[in-house]
């Protein structure tokens, strides 16, 4: 496929201004991202790569808890309006954590609640804007969206995390929040510039009659019968509870390993997003994903990590994250695009809330325990252990991908000579 198939969903208006309001959105994200792993690591915790782990599972824990009601709203509620929402209250946690630092009386609990309610906002975000994408392109076009959704959002993270090392060296953290509180204010802009089908923006399951009474049991019931979902939502629970915790475990590698500021972390962010851009440029020239490129793309990741985790000096270990983004990038993208477009619309919204609050939840299980490890241990251990994590998960890919080919072998008759 042509580079200019790779960026073929540009071509439709809502889609274009979508990706506009993306990238300045994730971009103010990265800032606070930053910002928000920096303090807590060098400002509020001592060094202590445990409290980074835990603002991350309190970030991320409510996409558990919440499910119930996330996928529901996905799928009855107004895409649109429900997204604006987030996008609001999203802002105001921003510029609440900004002020509290920039006022010199940021403490760390005051970091986690916020955090917590961050999490609660974004249960609710995620689901609907994976499926908001749904209503926006046709359903052939939907793999390559989503696709530039994660190239956009990585270009993000190769520029927002160098911008926040500069702004938290020179003016402090308190700035990184600011700046993506303000970020918001295009981003709701141009969301209420879309124009969506009312079809499409989440009601039409509403009018349905007894399609009304569906729960989020529906969601679980699909997966359970399609088998090579649930491998894929297996191999995404493990890696996301083991091998996604990026924040913790290069953090730690920053302050503990190679001695480094805000400056080399944010860095190291950068250059990561460098091989993430590559991995989502790589799957959006894909027509189509599958379990067989999920599997190997897994096995790579977990390879990257070892190698990452044992790289003797700051730039060789730079040099290897690159891999390890790419990697990483191939399958978490190709796992989403092929968890949607394997899904019934009218059960994606659904479907989707279990799958992030699987990834983003298995994120907040596993944040706490790489702490730990890196803690107890080192950080190399801890990116390691991500390494074996991911190993595991392959195994299990494999297995179901050979037990598929057996099952297509036709078994020779005993009887005949």
Known sequence: MSLKQAFRSLANTNYRLWAIGAIISNIGTWLQRTAQDWIVIA?????NASAVGMVVALQFLPQIFLLPLTGWAADRLDRRKLLITTQILM???AMVLGSLALSGHIQLWQVYVCALLLGCVTAFDAPARHAFVSDLVSEEDLPNAVSLNSL???AARMVGPAIAGIIIASLGSGWGFISNAISFIPVIVIMMMLKVKPCCAGTETVQEGSQSRQTLFDGFRYIWSHPEMTVILIMVSLISMFGM?????????TVHVFTGGSEQYGLLTSIMAIGSITGAL?????????LRFLTGSMAAFGVACLVASVMPDFWMFALALIAVGTTAQLFTTSSNSLTQISTDRKLRGRVMAIFLSTALGGTALGGPVIGWISDSFSPR?????????????TLIGALFLYRQQLAKVPIADSSVS
């Open 381 to 393: 251990w801890a990116m390691a252990f991500s390494g074996l994590a991911a190993i595991a998960a």
């Open 91 to 93: 802002a105001i946690l």
């Open 282 to 290: 790589v799957t959006a020239m894909r027509l189509k994903p599958d």
């Open 43 to 47: 400002e509020l915790s001592d060094k």
């Open 245 to 253: 915790n990026f924040p913790v475990y290069l953090s730690a590698m």
């Open 152 to 154: 956009s959002f990585n």
